[in-house]
């Protein structure tokens, strides 16, 4: 059935899983820099930063009702039936990371452009401000829209595809779909047709992931009605 070769074995990919954890674990120095922006920000003498940097009576900032709301919601939780992303209680790191791929047009999915309209006016202190706003969101609380297909999704999930090599998301994703910063994003919540889109685009090599082509290497071993499932668990959650 196996018509690939696969460049890594589950193995592997596994052990490339744990280094990152690890790496994870000990990462203060990403936390130290992604805090340093507010202060710049106000100590600047120019009030246009001051400004770009604003919030709502409401505390939201203004960047994110002018620019962000209409697709990703005022509190980073996306209208259903939408191919837009929640981003509510997503890592601050990935969404940081994600932004700079949008900016540098590295992230190009058929999508992509949609965002790299979005990031390119923003500044660098905004960029940290809407971050900020969105990873301290409460995330997205899960629903049910087809039990079966959920109960698939699950069993892909937490058991992987062995025949073909391919570990499980849990492995990278945690049981409770949390991820773990800087590198594996959360997904709990997350929107069906946003997950499906990712996944297609992972397997099709439109959208490269970062890391050692990690998501290529799973994609490209599932096929639709599995990556349905999948959406459908993680959308559950
Ligand atoms: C017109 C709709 C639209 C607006 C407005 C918009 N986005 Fe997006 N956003 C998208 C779409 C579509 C995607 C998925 C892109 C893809 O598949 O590559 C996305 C993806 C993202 C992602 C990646 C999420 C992930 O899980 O990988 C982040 C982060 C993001 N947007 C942040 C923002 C921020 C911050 C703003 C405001 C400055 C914003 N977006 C405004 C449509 C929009
Ligand atoms: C070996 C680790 C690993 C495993 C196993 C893994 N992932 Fe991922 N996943 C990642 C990493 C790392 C990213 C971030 C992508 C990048 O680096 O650009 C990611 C990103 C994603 C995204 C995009 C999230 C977003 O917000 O855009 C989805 C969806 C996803 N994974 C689903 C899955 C599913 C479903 C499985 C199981 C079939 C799985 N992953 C297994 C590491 C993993």
Known sequence: MLQKKPFLSAVSVLTIAMAMTSVAYGSTIAKTVSVASPAAATSSVMNVTAATSSVTSGGVPTVVQNSCMACHGLQGVSPDGGMFPNLAGQWKPYILRELDHFKAHTRADPLSPIMWG??????AAQTQQVADYFSSQKPASGHVYDPKLVAEGKKLYFGGLPKMQMPACMACHGTTLAGLPPFFPMLAGQKRTYVINQLTYFKSGQRVATHKGIMQYIATRL????????AAYIRSR
């Open 118 to 123: 979005m990031v390119a006016p923003l500044t």
């Open 223 to 230: 096929d639709q009605t599995q990556i349905a499932a999948l």
